[in-house]
């Protein structure tokens, strides 16, 4: 009964990652075609690594699920002199691959975000999701989230007016073996390294894994360099995404040292994946 669609209009979160794609073919297998009154969708910041964006549309297309693609953007106001929000539809072959969603969102903030300014996660999945909904004609919805069991600290309350969150997964009880168990059995599966979901780099995300970026796909790890290096808005600062570290300084650790850093746990810190709740 936990993956029953719940009354009235349901958006459905797909991140684009294993947990979030078990969710989804577990709605299907217990509800069968989505009804119009059901929305599945996934954000994209320009950000994810490319085999997210083909999971994404490799499970739309294996299981005839529509899946509408978001991404962020901005009207400039001239009267005003502000940015403006909105969204735009896109799909696999037209979405952002480059992190053009994130710049447009910086360029409007004329800053970073960081660990206590986490405006990306909220403008380009909550609010962007939120903004094609009500564009629709939604007015209140159900959000369905893909949240396990063994993450129940991540489950809340919503504290929109217009929607509330339900946890299929956290109500059945299912765990990572679940999912991981589930995959296991499927002839497709999500080919992307471990470490490396969601936004490539996510300033949330371990040392280590931010190190792994640079070892292995340096040139998407400059990218977050790059904005650290640039001055950000009227008074030209220049702003960093963590206040601990750069990411120039872990690049330029790992060019130093060899791949033994990678396997002793004294040099670079161990912390959970960051991960975007959208």
């Not at 447009?104 to 300014?117: C, E, G, H, M």
């Not at 309350?157 to 059995?185: C, G, I, M």
């Not at 220049?238 to 690049?251: D, L, M, Q, S, W």
Request: aromatic share 12%.
């Amino acid at each position: 009964m936990s993956y029953i669609l719940p009354e009235g209009n349901v958006l459905i979160s797909f991140s684009g990652g294993r947990t979030s794609g078990y969710m989804l073919h577990q709605i299907l297998q217990a509800n069968g075609d989505l009804p119009e009154r059901c929305k599945v969708v996934f954000a994209n910041t320009g950000r994810e690594m490319p085999e997210t964006l083909d999971f994404v549309q490799e499970c739309s297309e294996r299981w005839s699920v529509p899946v509408t693609w978001l991404e962020y953007r901005t009207v400039y106001n001239e009267k005003r002199n502000i940015y403006n929000h909105t969204f735009e539809v896109v799909n696999h072959n037209s979405a952002s691959r480059n992190g053009e969603p994130f710049e447009v969102l910086i360029k409007a903030r004329s800053t970073l975000p960081n660990n206590f300014q986490r405006f990306c996660t909220v403008e380009m999945k909550i609010r962007t999701i939120k903004r094609f909904l009500k564009n629709q004609g939604w007015k209140q919805w159900a959000n369905v989230v893909g949240i396990r069991a063994d993450e129940r600290h991540r489950v809340s309350k919503s504290r929109e007016k217009e929607w509330d969150n339900h946890y299929p997964l956290a109500n059945a009880n299912q765990t990572k073996n679940h999912v991981a168990n589930f995959w296991k059995q499927q002839p497709f599966d999500l080919k992307v390294t471990a470490g490396f979901g969601n936004c490539d780099g996510c300033f949330l995300k371990s040392e280590k894994n931010i190190a792994a970026l640079w070892r292995l796909h340096p040139e998407r790890a400059a990218w977050w360099a790059n904005l650290e290096a640039m001055k950000h808005g009227k008074k030209e600062r220049v702003r960093t995404f963590h206040k601990n570290r750069t990411y120039k300084e872990i690049g330029d650790f790992v060019q130093r040292q060899g791949d033994w850093i990678f396997d002793d746990e004294n040099f670079l810190c161990q912390a959970d994946d960051g991960e975007c709740t959208g």
